[in-house]
Nanobody, 124 residues
Framework: QVQLVESGGGLVQAGGSLRLSCTAA????????MAWFRQAPGQEREFVAN????????TYVDSVKGRFTITRDNARNTLALQMKSLKPEDTAVYYC?????????????????WGQGTQVTVSS
């Protein structure tokens, strides 16, 4: 099993920045792809960004391109999401996800492990 714990959420004004972190523990050797998803109240969980094992490939949902950056540090078993120019519509619970697949995917089913989520609230 793999345990994922997110941190770094909070309340920020529109235009501000936040950095989310996710730390993995347990059978971390089984992890290949990692991702961030988010879920706003009353909405479906949405893909935000993902990254391959060695960090050379990333993909983003169009609404965050140019504003969010996903990175990982395999030596520390951590995943990060640097968010800038935040907008009220970025308000959501953000989830870290990890999967054993080697193929990047924006689908939630590709990820075997999930964190509990961290709240990000952007005020206008």
């Amino acid at each position: 099993q793999v345990q994922l714990v997110e941190s770094g959420g909070g309340l920020v004004q529109a235009g501000g920045s936040l950095r989310l972190s996710c730390t993995a523990a347990g059978r971390t050797f089984s992890i290949n792809i990692m991702a961030w998803f988010r879920q706003a109240p009353g909405q479906e969980r949405e893909f935000v960004a993902n990254i391959n094992f060695i960090g050379t490939r990333t993909t983003y949902v169009d609404s965050v391109k140019g504003r969010f950056t996903i990175t990982r540090d395999n030596a520390r078993n951590t995943l990060a999401l640097q968010m800038k120019s935040l907008k009220p519509e970025d308000t959501a619970v953000y989830y870290c996800a990890a999967g054993s697949s080697q193929m990047l995917s924006s689908g939630a089913s590709a990820y075997d492990y999930w964190g509990q989520g961290t709240q990000v609230t952007v005020s206008s």
